[in-house]
């Protein structure tokens, strides 16, 4: 038997078992569901120092190794990182059951009666490159939302994972939810074979560089929901309050650059740009913002790099900022449906038509008006956690949390009812009265 057909038959065996748990788990209670998610919150405060420990490990091998950086800050997971993570494992004990909800309830005939009700994906596969804390998050979500989960992390973050799964399914062996619920993979054979697994996996969830997630997508049959690029926008208009748009593009791309809602190219009205310009870049340059800018960026800040084309289109993840000067909100929209990846994109105005226009024409999963875009998280939104976010124009889109791990099916009751009553010359009227 090659290598390659023993990853097979051991990843099958692996998912068989995971969608067995699953189906297990999709009949359980939200109460059941909810104890389980709590001993996973337990689990991981008690193997809180196993868990740091082991990141530090991963963190020294990746840093020898020459990580990038952007990648290197994502793979640190600190105490203050995990207790947000746990934290985040506690409300979505809190939020509500997904599964079972009934969005249509109808009489189609008397004692013909039809309902449309949410229930779980099924399994999950998930692969993602460093931020181990992602782990925490996705498994939290797959439980409340019924679904079997097999996590890959990146090679990165391998120690950590472990330590992090280990946690979650010691928690779960003390509930009704079957710890084989969660699998773990490590090796990147696993990650092809996990692919092509369309017969036990309904659903591919990659997040990582814009490479990887492309590589995801042409290299299974399975649906993929995530987002290749992170390339974002604050457009700043003529009619802006430069405190407030300074403020704003301060956060938005230094708070967090490494991640996919932090803004890369920074648009600028005429009419504003003398002004606002040489404040901003004063603030940025302090913060060691190295700053490109077009044409008109550079009569005004003729200190910093020329802007190629390419600039347009590169998400940097990291403490880089590209800047244009455009003429009218319409060439700031049409910059942005261009080279944008319909992630997140924000305007500053105190123009109220302004920011309507922008917000209705912008072809982006969030579009923001006055705050930054780093508000484009699954936490932040209230959904407790995210698996991550789509950038696809169908839904789910933006940050998928609970919501998006659902499908629905129709069920229809009846008592020896038949199509030929309903169809022919004499054909029955169905009566499709909605009964809630």
């Known amino acids: 038997m090659t290598i390659s057909g023993e990853y097979s038959l051991n990843l099958i065996a692996v998912a068989k078992k995971t969608r067995l748990a699953a189906l297990k788990l999709a009949v359980l209670s939200t109460e059941v569901k909810n104890q389980a998610i709590e001993a996973i919150a337990q689990a991981l405060e008690s193997a809180k120092d196993d868990i740091l420990q082991a990141n530090v490990a991963d963190c020294e091998i990746s840093a020898a190794e020459g990580i990038a950086k952007p990648l290197y ?90 330590a992090i799964v280990k946690a979650i399914k010691q928690g779960l062996s003390q ?157 700031a929209i049409a910059h942005i449906n261009d080279y944008g990846s319909k992630h997140t994109d924000a305007i500053i105005t105190e123009d109220a038509d302004a920011a309507q226009t922008f917000l209705a024409l912008v072809n982006a999963a969030g579009v923001y008006h006055n705050c930054s875009t780093r508000f484009a998280d699954g936490f932040r939104y209230g959904f407790g956690a995210e698996v991550g976010i789509s950038t696809q124009q169908m839904p789910p889109r933006g940050p998928v949390g609970l919501e998006g791990l659902v499908t629905y099916k129709y069920q229809m009751t009846g008592n020896g009812h038949i199509v030929a009553t309903y169809t022919g010359a004499n054909a029955k009227p169905f009566t499709f009265k909605n009964l809630g």
């Open 175 to 331: 509930t009704a939810v079957n710890p084989d619920t969660v699998q773990l993979l490590t090796t990147r054979e696993e990650t092809l074979e996990l692919l092509k697994l369309d017969k036990y996996v309904d659903l591919i969830i990659p997040r990582g560089s814009n490479s990887f997630v492309r590589f995801v997508q042409e290299n299974t049959r399975i649906p993929v929901l995530g987002h290749a690029d992170g390339i974002c926008h604050l457009y700043v208009d003529k009619a802006a309050d430069i405190e407030k748009a300074i403020a704003i593009t301060v956060d938005a791309k230094t708070s967090y650059p490494a991640v996919c809602n932090a803004i890369e190219t920074l648009l600028v009205h005429t009419d504003i740009a003398r002004k606002f310009l040489p404040k901003v870049a004063e603030v940025l340059q302090k913060l060691n913002v190295e700053l490109r800018g077009d044409e008109q960026t550079q009569k005004i800040l003729p200190n910093i790099a020329a802007a190629t084309e390419k600039d347009w289109e590169t998400e940097y993840s990291d403490l880089i900022l590209s800047m244009r000067v455009v003429d009218s909100l319409e060439d």
């Open 73 to 162: 800050k994502r793979l640190q997971l600190d105490e203050h990182k995990l207790r947000d993570a746990i934290t985040g494992v506690r409300d979505v004990g809190k939020l509500s059951d997904p599964v079972g909800a009934v969005q249509i309830h109808r009489e189609l005939d008397q004692g013909l009666i039809l309902k449309r009700v949410t229930c779980p994906l099924g399994v999950l596969g998930v692969i993602f490159e460093a931020r181990p804390e992602a782990a925490i998050q996705i498994v939290t979500l797959a439980i409340k939302s019924g679904n079997g989960v097999i996590l890959k992390g990146g090679k990165e973050a391998t120690r950590s994972c472990e």
